[in-house]
């Protein structure tokens, strides 16, 4: 698999097999994402990677609490803006149509919405599954690559046959991962990251993109016509 066939065949998987994923892989995958770039090399993430009873018991105690009602802990950082202005919040719409309409659940179904949301802390049947902690310390630049370092594990994981799907929802649960991890004070849980091979018999849509007009501009002295987005870009002595 090239580089271009792992970007574009990752996407966020959410039926997994509860095939085994061996220990070596996720080794080989880790010690290669290594190498994601950071500011002078700070390196600022840490990876805790869980499978087996220790995966099970996080899952049964979120389980637990979802069963119980408990309100979710309170959150140390903001996944969103209070506001999302145009066009981030129509395209954060489309993707609840599109997430929820494969599924089968209308908009006004809140009940069949939390269930189906419920099953993230399921992993999505998942047998594997990280937990990307960032030193609470650090700036908005190693969140940046933090990012950075999570989009080379998810391609590293497609070289190697495998799936993902990145979980900001475990985040809302922080304080129960931490009772299985036992991280330093000085870590944040930013996200958890489900790791298995896909479930081929589930539904496989997928969420489009933009068009490159929207995100990109050329600046190439080309002029209008360039390319999508494009604008001329004189030069002066």
């Not at 805790?48 to 995966?55: A, E, K, M, N, Q």
């Not at 993707?95 to 269930?115: H, K, N, T, V």
């Not at 049947?125 to 902690?133: I, K, R, S, T």
């Not at 299985?180 to 996200?191: A, E, K």
Request: hydrophobic share 40%; proline share 7%; charged share 25%.
């Amino acid at each position: 698999m090239n580089v271009y066939e792992a970007v574009t065949s990752r996407r966020a998987v959410r039926d997994f097999t509860d095939r085994e994923v061996p220990r070596e892989v996720l080794e080989r995958v880790l010690s290669a994402a290594a190498w994601a770039p950071s500011g002078s090399n700070l390196q600022p993430w840490h990876a805790y990677v869980l499978t087996g009873p220790p995966l099970a018991e996080l899952k049964k105690r979120a389980g637990d609490r979802i069963a119980a009602g408990d309100p979710w802990d309170e959150p140390e950082y903001e996944q969103y803006p209070p506001v999302l202005e145009s066009p981030y919040r129509e395209r954060r719409a489309a993707f609840g149509e599109q997430r929820y309409g494969a599924l089968g659940i209308a908009r006004e179904d809140l009940e069949a919405r939390q269930r189906a949301a419920a099953a993230n802390w399921e992993c999505f049947g998942a047998p594997a599954a990280l937990f990307c902690y960032l030193d609470r310390r650090m700036g908005r630049p190693q969140w940046s690559d933090l990012g950075m370092y999570l989009q080379s594990v998810m391609l590293l994981l497609r070289a190697e046959g495998l799936h993902s799907c990145t979980q900001m929802a475990w985040a809302k649960y922080h304080r129960t991962v931490a009772e299985i991890v036992s991280p330093p004070d000085d870590l944040l849980l930013f996200c958890g990251m489900s790791i298995g091979h896909e479930d081929v018999t589930a539904d496989r849509s997928r969420t489009g993109r933009a068009p490159l007009g929207e995100t990109v501009t050329f600046v190439d002295g080309r002029g209008r016509g360039a390319g999508p987005g494009s604008r001329s870009a004189a030069c002066r002595g």
